[in-house]
């Protein structure tokens, strides 16, 4: 009998269906969120994270709740496989009082700090420096909490990427960097603004441990991430990883899309993360098509209440409108 890899499972039942329900969760909320964002229920900037799913899930399930994690711009599936709920969510990019950061921050600054997920930033490699002082700060207290950096090739070509590993490996901090190399900056593809394309190689030059990823394999994502938050747990320094992946959509909702051919396009689709998990947890009998369609469901419901939930929220009031300029307790 064979015994290739694709014939071995590589997860259980309770697991897999658990990963691929979290996956559903974030592409759900984001394809809603355009939605909403087209009927005007939504403003400011939307930069969705559809294709990209398998990272977040696949990188939450490593870290504990204490530890703290820092993430771009793009980062609903951050907050929502953290822990943040779809309500909290949307809310927050309805601009409601109930959001998450009280509708002032919306779709780019998403933040609890019971969750310890400390923004969205929407600042290209803003969060990495901000995860050097949390990390820092971490250590300083002797707090064996590990700091997660979400951030994305674009980035890895600022100053802030090499002045913030190269600190990390200085003083040995615990941080888990995690690039989410999607392939473009915005419109520009990652051959266009890097000397260097091998980003794990760029990475190990500090030191530390740089390793490459399937960001599209949500349980390769998974491995590799609980590999390397043990070797921060065990005093091994910062580690890096750099997950392979692709965003579906535009940049932005205001991105024409002219810098790629839409046969790429499609073709990454193919490598789609939840489909893919679908396909593997079914064929090892891990899924059935009611399961599959109860999942579903249940997701939308979901979804439903949260929309319920913004729909129903509350305005700021005009006599709010200079609290939080100072911190409470100062003249304002």
Not at 6 to 34: N, Y
Not at 118 to 144: C, S
Not at 253 to 263: C, H, I
Request: aromatic letters at 8%; charged letters at 25%; hydrophobic letters at 40%.
């Amino acid at each position: 009998m064979s015994t290739t890899p694709e014939a071995v499972p590589l997860v259980d039942r309770t697991h897999g269906q658990f990963l691929l329900r979290e996956m559903l969760r974030i592409r759900r909320l984001e394809e809603k969120s355009a939605e909403l964002y087209s009927s005007m229920k939504i403003r400011g900037f939307l930069h969705l994270y559809i294709g990209e799913e398998a990272v977040a899930v696949g990188v939450a399930q490593a870290l504990s709740p204490a530890d703290a994690i820092i993430a771009t711009y793009r980062e609903h599936g951050q907050a929502l496989a953290r822990g943040m709920s779809m309500e909290a969510i949307l809310a927050e990019m309805y601009g409601k009082v109930e959001g998450c950061a009280r509708g002032r921050g919306g779709s780019m600054h998403l933040f609890d700090k019971t969750l310890r997920f400390f923004g969205g930033n929407a600042i290209v490699g803003g969060g990495l420096p901000l995860a050097i002082g949390v990390a820092l700060a971490d250590k300083m207290q002797d707090r064996p909490n590990v700091t997660c950096c979400f951030f994305g090739d674009g980035a890895a070509a600022e100053g802030e990427f090499h002045e913030s590993l190269n600190l990390a490996a200085l003083w040995h901090l615990p941080v888990l960097f995690v690039c989410e190399n999607n392939q473009y900056a915005m419109g520009t593809a990652l051959r266009y603004s890097h000397a260097e394309t091998n980003l794990s190689r760029k990475a190990a030059v500090y030191p530390m441990d740089a390793t490459p990823v399937n960001g599209m394999d949500v349980l390769e994502v998974e491995s590799m991430a609980r590999q390397a938050v043990e070797r921060i747990r065990a005093g091994q320094g910062p580690q890096f990883l750099e997950c392979h992946t692709y965003r579906f959509r535009a940049h932005s909702m205001f991105d024409a899309e002219l810098y790629r051919e839409k046969e790429e396009v499609e073709m990454w689709k193919q490598r789609d993360p939840i489909e893919r998990l679908a396909h593997h947890l079914r064929q090892h009998e891990l899924l059935t098509d009611e399961e599959w369609r109860e999942m579903a469901a249940q997701v939308e419901q979901e979804l439903d209440a949260a929309v319920a939930f913004a729909e129903a929220g509350s305005w700021e009031p005009v006599s709010e409108l200079t609290r939080f300029v100072y911190s409470d307790g100062r003249v304002a």
